[in-house]
């Protein structure tokens, strides 16, 4: 899913990229720059898949990459393959 959303193929998430993604899932373009600030962890403008998929993780109430159980990476699967699911949990104010 990482790969479809990074458009340019630079291997990070920009916000443009993002803001295209979410308002094709009818999420407003205005919750866009929150939510990539909130996923953005080392500030630097950019996504890269480990932030993304740490903001899934701590989406699911766990923060330890390591200690994500089988059960936790089996939902994150299935976010990671199901958009709308994604729509649900970026709109989380
Ligand atoms: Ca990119
Ligand atoms: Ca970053």
């Given at each position: 899913?990482f790969?479809d959303?990074?458009?340019?193929?630079?291997?990070?998430?920009?916000?443009?990229e993002?803001t295209?993604?979410s308002?094709?899932?009818?999420?407003?373009?205005?919750?866009?720059?929150?939510?990539?600030?909130?996923i953005?962890?080392?500030?630097n403008g950019?996504?890269?898949?480990?932030?993304l998929l740490?903001?899934?993780?701590?989406?699911f109430?766990?923060?330890?990459?390591?200690?994500m159980?089988?059960?936790?990476?089996?939902k994150?699967?299935?976010?990671?393959k199901n958009l709308?699911?994604?729509a649900?949990?970026?709109?989380?104010p």
């Open positions: 899913m790969d959303l990074d458009r340019n193929h630079d291997s990070m998430l920009s916000l443009k993002f295209a993604l308002m094709a899932m009818g999420v407003p373009e205005e919750h866009s720059q929150p939510v990539v600030s909130r953005d962890t080392d500030s950019v996504m890269s898949e480990s932030e740490a903001f899934f993780l701590l989406a109430g766990c923060n330890d990459f390591d200690v159980s089988d059960e936790n990476q089996h994150l699967d299935g976010v990671l709308k699911t994604f649900g949990l970026v709109v989380i």
